[in-house]
């Protein structure tokens, strides 16, 4: 599984304006909601369940949101560079810049734990980050995270 497959230029938001960990989660559900065609607030939950669970702030400036969804028919994701980061409760309690949010059906097993995997050694790259962090607009975030997953696919 490529980072394309989760991923389209219309799932990606080089600028997103948020204050807290919460808002941030609800922007990203309110444009999950546009592309999935879920109802916002089934998104957001399922968001927050999990994270009572534990931080998805994974360090290093990253979060990986995920949860599950019963009336998904495949993976889906969405990549967010915030404008400012925010305190995401990490593991090392550094704020958070770049969110990568994952939704899988239900019934995605191990498809959705291949996906993490995925996105979480894509993201552990320093040098990927500091890309993200360096780039202007949609289409070349996609391109950015879309070419450096199939090359570490290689």
């Not at 960990?21 to 990203?28: D, I, M, N, S, V």
């Not at 939950?45 to 994270?51: A, N």
């Not at 409760?89 to 995925?118: C, N, Y």
Request: charged residues 30%; negative net charge.
């Amino acid at each position: 599984m490529e980072i394309s497959d989760l991923i389209t230029t219309e799932s990606v938001i080089p600028n997103l304006r948020a204050t807290s960990k919460k808002q941030a989660l609800q922007e990203l559900s309110r444009k999950a909601a546009d592309l999935t065609g879920l109802h916002e607030r089934a998104v957001f939950d399922v968001l927050m369940e999990r994270e009572r669970l534990g931080t998805t702030g994974v360090g290093s400036g990253i979060a990986i949101p995920h949860g599950k969804l019963a009336s998904l028919d495949r993976l889906h994701g969405l990549f967010a560079r915030l404008e400012r980061p925010v305190d995401f409760d990490s593991i090392d309690e550094q704020p958070v810049d770049l969110i990568f949010l994952l939704l899988a059906p239900e019934t995605a097993g191990a498809d959705h734990l291949k996906a993490l995997a995925r996105v979480s050694r894509l993201l552990r790259d320093k040098t990927v980050c500091e890309k993200l962090r360096g780039t202007e607009g949609p289409e070349a975030l996609y391109a950015l995270l879309a070419e450096s997953s199939a090359s570490r696919a290689a």
